[in-house]
C-alpha cells in the first residue's frame, strides 16, 4: 500500500558523504546532518487505528492526532498534502504538537543553529514553526465555519525563547540569543530567576484552515521595513510558495503571518474554555495546530512567546453552515466563556487598529442586531484592546467584548503605577507603533530597576508577562499602556524590597 512506503526523510542528504549533504550554495549551515539518514513511514496514517473506540459513540468520534513525520510539516500550511485525520462535525481530536523547525528547536539547540535553520535558501518561504495537520472536516464547505473548542492542554516540561538577529521589537539594542526554561506543571509557573516567576496559561499560538486558492497564487508579499507605511491589505498580501523537488506542483504557504484563515495569531486568550470560528476557504477546510506556547505577554516582543509543544491539545470541532451565524465567517473570532473576542491584523499598526475598529463594529452589529451608530458607541464602551504581537511581519490587535449585556463602562488605560501593576505609558499623534516601542521601552527599564535585572533580561522576560494595551480612541493621538504584574514577584522578595 501507498501509505506503508518507506521513504528517506531527507532526499537530499547525501548517506555516506555528509561532505555533499549541501548543494554548494555559498550558505554557511553550522549543524552536520545525520548520516546515515532516517527511514520514515510515508502517510497518511491509518485513520482506524487512531480511532479511540472507548471513548466513541455512534455519533462522536475521538481520535489521536499524533506529532510524526507523516501527520507534521515544517513552516509550511500545504493544502495539497493529504489530510492526516478525517473527522465530523462533533468530533474530539487530541493533538500532539512539536517544536518548532521540525521539532528541533529544544533546550540544547544554539541561536546560530536556529537562525540557520529558519533561513536555508532551500526552502523559500518557510516559517519556523512546526504544524500537526491537516484535519479535514467532512461537509465543509467555502463559505462555513469551523469551531474549534479547546477542552484541555497538556505541556512538555520545557520551554525556549529565541530573540533572533534582525527580528523582534528591540533587535537593535538587544543581542540574539536562545534560552531555556522548565515547566512546572504541577505549579503552573516557570521560574524565571530566584525571585521571578511566570505564570503558565498555554494556548495555540497557531490555529488555522486552508488558505483560498486565489490566496495562494498571490505573489510572495516582500516586507521591505517593520511597520510599512503603505502595505498591502492582508488580503492581498501573498505568503505562498511553489514547492520543488520532491513535493513539485504544491503550494505551501508560509506559517509566519496570520491573516483571516487564522494561522500564527498568537491571541493569548485562545487557552482552555475558548472556542475559536475559523471561516472556511477550501473543501474540508483543512485545519492545523502549532507554536505551542506555555504563556506570552501581549505584545510578544524579543519574537518568541515561552516556547514549548503539547504532548495533547485536546478540541471538539463542530461544523457551522453557511449563514447559520452571519456573526462569523469574515475574519477568525474567539469566544471565552465570559467574551467575544475580535482582531485587527495588517503590516502597519495603525492600519491593524482601524482593521479592529471596522471588525469589532461589524460583529456588534450583526451579533446584537443593531445600526451602526449603536455598534460604534457599543465598542468605545467597553473598550478594552490590547495589541497581540508586533513580530510576525502582519502585526496583531484585539478587542475583549464582555458577553454581559449592561456591562459598566470599560476603564481608561492606566498611565501610572497602581497596587497590582507597574505600568508604563507612552503617546505619539500620528503613529501607534511609536507609542507602542515608547511604552514598551519604558517597562524594560522599570522591570530592570524594580526586579533588579539587567535590561537584557528584562526584555526576555517582558514577552511572557508584559501586557501593551490601546488606549481608548480619540482624535490625534495614539496611546499605549503597557503593564507588568506584580505578583511575578515572589513574596518572600517583595518583604525585602
Known sequence: MKSNRLVLAALLLAISNTSSAFPDDGYSRPYTPISPAPVFIQGPPDQANMLIRQLSTDKKSTYILPGTPSTTNWGYFDAGTPPALTIKSGDTVVIETLPAGGGQVAPGITEAQIDSINNDPMYPGRGP??????IAVQGAQKGDVVAVHINKIRMRSYATNNSAAKAGLFYDKFPPRVDSYYLDNDKMEMQFESNIVVPLAPFPGILAVARSKEEQLLPYTNV????EKNAPSPLNSGWCVKMSGSLAGTIGCDSKQPGAYGGNLDLREMTVGSTTYLPVF?????????????????????LDALETAF??????????KKDVRPEFGVWPIVETPTAWITVGYDLNLNQALENLKEETVRF???S????????????????????SEVVNEVLGTYCILPKKLNAKKALDIPK???KQFWVSYASDSKDLMAAMKEASMKSIGKMSKNLSITEDRAYRLATFVMDCRIGRPKEGIYDVSCMVPKSILRQ?????I
Open 129 to 134: 514553526h512546526t504544524l500537526t495537520g491537516p
Open 224 to 227: 521591505h521595513a517593520f511597520n
Open 282 to 302: 477550501i473543501d474540508g477546510a483543512y485545519i492545523w495546530a502549532g507554536d505551542s506556547h506555555a504563556a506570552q505577554g501581549n505584545g510578544e516582543i524579543d
Open 311 to 320: 504532548s495533547e491539545l485536546n478540541v471538539t470541532v463542530d461544523l457551522i
Open 364 to 366: 456588534i452589529q450583526s
Open 368 to 387: 446584537r442586531k443593531v445600526t451602526k451608530p449603536e455598534a460604534e458607541q457599543i465598542m468605545l464602551k467597553n473598550w478594552n484592546c490590547p495589541i
Open 416 to 418: 501610572e503605577d497602581n
Open 492 to 496: 518572600e522578595a517583595k518583604k525585602r
